[in-house]
């Protein structure tokens, strides 16, 4: 079965832009995290979505979003674009949410949106 | 507050050596630890899950254990090929923490 799809997998932006990216969970996966990758940080989670709703938020400023649609889809965005926003965006999906006992289930990533702000 | 710790950052070894990769965590609550794998400018490919009431998984080649108590896992390569030069990621989850905690990786170069 299909993988998890991100779109776009590469955009360049200018400072003060915003931008959204778009990820498609695994059929039947319901939950959908986002992860912000750099040479320095590392992985750093973003936030996690189940059947659309936001049920845990990383460590970054408002100017990070996201949503889930009613197909478990999900959408981040980020608006005013910072130099230091340039990393890799990954989205990963599992079959629940990711909190308390639920949290046993296999992680799955997609190939990741590679964002350049310039 | 978990933190997860992988060493060596890079390990350079010849072709059909046996090897292993290092990862240590400082909360023992985790419901699992899952190993990852990264080719450069790629996401990344789930290489295997090891739930908190397990000591080991294994997957062909790739043998992963875990050590809750001493907050350690570890990943064992065994005749190790060029094709698996990447960036391997241990992420430990569980607690209140719904997220993974990722370490930083280890770079593996397999010479032929």
């Known amino acids: 079965k299909a993988g998890v799809t991100q779109t776009p997998r590469y955009l360049i932006k200018t400072r003060g832009q915003q931008v959204t990216l778009s990820c498609s969970p695994i059929?039947?996966?319901?939950?959908v995290s986002w992860y912000q990758q750099t040479p320095g940080q590392g992985l750093q989670f973003l936030f996690e979505y189940f059947s659309e709703t936001q049920r845990n938020k990383g460590n970054f400023p408002g100017r990070f979003s996201g949503r889930q649609f009613s197909n478990s889809r999900s959408e981040m965005n980020v608006s005013t674009l910072e130099l230091g926003d340039s990393a890799l965006y990954l989205c990963a999906s599992s079959l629940w949410p990711r909190i308390g006992a639920a949290n046993t289930g296999e992680l799955f990533f997609g190939e990741g949106s590679r964002l350049t702000v310039l | 507050k978990q933190e997860v710790t992988q060493i060596p950052a890079a390990l350079s070894v010849p072709e059909g050596e046996n090897l292993v990769l290092n990862c240590s965590f400082t909360d023992s609550a985790i419901y699992n630890l899952q190993w990852f794998r990264q080719d450069p400018g790629k996401g990344l490919t789930s290489l295997l899950l090891i739930q908190s009431s397990q000591r080991e998984q294994t997957s062909g080649r790739l043998n992963a254990s875990l050590d809750k108590s001493s907050g350690r896992s570890t990943l064992y390569i065994a005749a190790s090929q060029p094709g698996d030069s990447a960036t391997y990621l241990c992420a430990a989850s569980g607690g209140s923490q719904g997220n993974l905690i990722f370490g930083k990786g280890t770079k593996l170069s397999v010479k032929p």
């Open positions: 059929s039947g996966h319901r939950s």
